[in-house]
């Protein structure tokens, strides 16, 4: 009976440094869902020949993400959960090297993956809800829809948008896995 009880201490320790591997994995991840959210935003412009009313010739009208404050936010939001992800990936890893931090670290993920998710998911409803009125319009407000004209800067909004949502959920599994791992060790 007195072995069996290093033997299940050992399997726990082995099952709370693998969560620790799934967090790095999520980390890095996360790192990769954000930095290709604000390169393929960053890269979205488009420059196309557009007739204006009263005008009896085209016009070459250029649309690039800085042309809207949302996607400016976007940009910037994502850029500050990629650089999160880099440091809280160096961090779990610390901890996989040196596991007496873990439960405070583990409590400082906890509450800034949720931080994050909140601002990952603001930034992507703000570009979803603007890439929306692009693609169909409004025409209670009288915006038309612009998709029709720059077909790649669309395509680049919604695949920034939708990687973003990829980010968004990664957030929501790690601050599921801190928690959970939080209480592991809080209970022992």
Known sequence: MASEAP??????????????????????LLFAATLVSVIVMATAKQTELVSAPGIPFRVSVKAKFTDSPAFIYFVAALSVACLYSIITMLASLSVVSKPASAKRLLLYFAFWDVVMLGIVASATGASGGVAY??????????????????DKYCRHIGSATGVSLLAAVLLVLLSMLSSYSLYLRIRD
């Open 7 to 28: 033997a299940k201490y050992e399997d726990q320790r082995a099952v709370r440094e693998n969560y620790f591997g799934i967090d790095v994995g999520l980390r890095v």
């Open 133 to 150: 009125i692009g693609l169909k319009g409004n025409d209670h407000s009288r915006w038309t829809k612009i998709c029709n004209v720059y």
